[in-house]
T-cell receptor, first 115, second 113 residues
């Protein structure tokens, strides 16, 4: 499978600030997604990161709060803007990998705590 | 809307016994059903998946069964070991995309020594 690296792995953030999470893949991938996992909860899709165009956001998520960049087929960033304690979550980058399609792999995750 | 229901939310089994986790899905067009294991503090890891052209798939102690008529699929773990303790998530692909998954709520599996 692809090697998917995320930075930072963990951070404590002040309320009202913004943080950008980076996702780097060791191979070119077509499909890349950003997920949020709140404490003790399942995974929620934030958006699909589209290369060279604006991300496609799921219901309940907006670009002003979660701007996403995808400059090429191996890299993407997610910014969590104007953070509040409710944004304390794991943020996961994921990619579709494999010739058979549909196989989704996750990055290591970024554990954010907002104080 | 599309949804995936997962049961039970917590499952406690004696080491060496079998564990079964069940999921039902709503979208009859779904054709891909992966299972992920998430250990504490780690990312979800794909452990097995099944596509709608097969009814069962095995990988050592893990098996997944699919019943498309009833729209449910199950994860079976035999001869459970302490390292099987984790949260397990099922998922199904949505009608809009082969790559966007609808996730179950998760099952916390506890293996008692």
């Amino acid at each position: 499978s692809a090697v998917i690296s995320q930075k930072p792995s963990r951070d404590i953030c002040q309320r009202g600030t913004s943080l950008t999470i980076q996702c780097q893949v060791d191979s070119q991938v077509t499909m890349m997604f950003w997920y949020r996992q709140q404490p003790g909860q399942s995974l929620t899709l934030i958006a699909t990161a589209n290369q060279g165009s604006e991300a496609t956001y799921e219901s309940g998520f907006v670009i002003d709060k979660f701007p996403i960049s995808r400059p090429n087929l191996t890299f993407s960033t997610l910014t969590v803007s104007n953070m509040s304690p409710e944004d304390s979550s794991i943020y996961l980058c994921s990619v579709v990998w494999g010739g058979a399609g549909n196989t989704i792999y996750f990055g290591e995750g970024s554990w954010l705590t907002v104080v | 809307g599309e949804n995936v229901e997962q049961h039970p939310s917590t499952l406690s089994v004696q080491e060496g016994d079998s564990a079964v986790i069940k999921c039902t899905y709503s979208d009859s067009a779904s054709n891909y059903f992966p299972w992920y294991k998430q250990e504490l503090g780690k990312r979800p890891q794909l452990i097995i998946d099944i596509r709608s052209n097969v009814g069962e798939k095995k990988d050592q102690r893990i098996a997944v069964t699919l019943n498309k008529t009833a729209k449910h699929f199950s994860l079976h773990i035999t001869e459970t070991q302490p390292e099987d303790s984790a949260v397990y998530f099922c998922a199904a692909n949505g009608e809009d995309s082969n790559y966007q998954l609808i996730w179950g709520a998760g099952t916390k599996l506890i293996i008692k020594p």
